[in-house]
């Protein structure tokens, strides 16, 4: 004889409580997981900037001068010639024979040329030649270059600078300065995320992610190429905790 066991109501009531309090726990303890998630998740992105002038440490300086002539043979010669003084002139403003290099003439006949009137050239022949001092004295070379009259006075016409014809003042000491610039970005960057933090009514956490981005070098203006100005921005983010 099998003796049955009827629970009832109150059997399924209690099982039920028993239910909805086990979901409870769980609910509570799944929300709370999530706050403290989103809380990790705080975070503030901030950029610190850090800048230096340093002064150009090479050059690269080309000096173009012009000749014209009817006759060929004439124009080589008077180039040549030209190119003579323009290196003799380098020599005596303390330039080495290594730190000057001069090219090829390179030579137009005008009257071969497909455009214009070639009757109205004067001088048939037309050349140019173009002497390049490599040197990491930039005060020498800024002295020399003011002295670029005295070839004038020579009959050398110098040709102006132009697209081709540029003078380049480098700096190339960049790793030199490169970590105390990394850490002046940096500090820049929390000192900035620190603010943010305060207002916010929060306390600044550890780094999340740092960017250290690029470095650029430009003039520092027009008129003084052989100033640069170094300049890095880094990118940082925090973790904010209350």
């Known amino acids: 004889m099998h003796e049955k066991t009827n629970r009832g109501p109150a059997g399924a009531m ?3 409580v028993l239910l909805a309090l086990g979901l409870s726990v769980l609910g509570y303890q799944l929300a709370d997981a999530m706050v403290s998630f989103k809380a990790a998740e705080r975070a503030v992105t901030v950029k610190g900037l850090a800048e230096r002038e340093v002064a150009a440490d090479t050059v690269i300086w080309p000096i173009r001068f012009n000749a014209a002539d009817d006759d060929l043979q004439g124009l080589y010669s ?25 090219s090829a003439p390179a030579i137009v006949d005008r009257r071969a040329q497909g455009y214009g009137n070639p009757a109205a050239q004067d001088l048939r022949y037309a050349g140019n030649v173009t002497v390049t001092v490599y040197s990491r004295n930039v005060n020498r070379v800024l002295q020399a270059m003011r002295r670029l009259t005295e070839l004038g006075k020579q009959g050398i016409a110098i040709a102006g600078e132009d697209y081709g014809v540029r003078t380049e003042f480098l700096y190339t000491a960049l790793n030199d300065i490169k970590p105390a610039m990394i850490e002046e970005a940096t500090r820049n960057a929390r000192e900035v ?19 250290q981005g690029l470095f650029s070098i430009q003039d520092r203006d027009s008129n003084t190429a052989h100033i640069k100005k170094v300049r890095v921005v880094s990118t940082v983010e925090y973790y904010l905790v209350d």
């Open 78 to 102: 008077t180039l040549d010639r030209q190119g003579g003084l323009v290196t003799t002139f380098l020599h005596e403003a303390g330039f080495s024979q290594e730190e000057i290099t001069p």
């Open 193 to 211: 995320a620190a603010k943010f933090a305060q207002d916010s009514e929060s306390r600044l956490g550890k780094i999340r992610t740092a960017n």
């Open 14 to 16: 209690v099982l039920g």
